[in-house]
């Protein structure tokens, strides 16, 4: 299944469910984005707006995204992707990797802290050189 609309299609039908039915089961919490999103109500959607989906001629919006995930007791990942998220952990080879990608990173800042320090000093001497030609 390569699309969205081939998937809501797919896991309408494995539940034997016309249009309609999935429109009366289906129901859509609405929250306050003003007010912490609270829940202020529910909403249906139409059978048109199913078959817009399922035909891929309308994206859903996030809400109903996650209402067909939850109603159907699938990642919403695999909805929108046919593809479950998978964590994978950094393998022992990574994280000495990462940890000495992040060792030279610290001696390169520190290289760049002593060299912005003698760049300070050297124009401080200058500054006092220039000072005291101007002096004489």
Known sequence: MKTLGERIKYLRTQKGLSMDALRKALVIPLQDEDEDEELIGFARISTAT??????NKHKPTSDIVV????????????????????????????????EEAAQRITQMLERIKIEQELLTQAMVDYQKTISEIRDK
Not at 50 to 55: A, C, D, H, Y
């Open 50 to 55: 199913i078959s817009n989906l399922e035909n």
């Open 67 to 98: 209402a067909l995930s939850r109603f159907f007791n699938v990642s919403c990942d695999w909805l929108l992707t046919g593809k479950e998220f998978k964590y994978e952990p950094l393998s022992e080879e990574a994280k000495r990797e990462a």
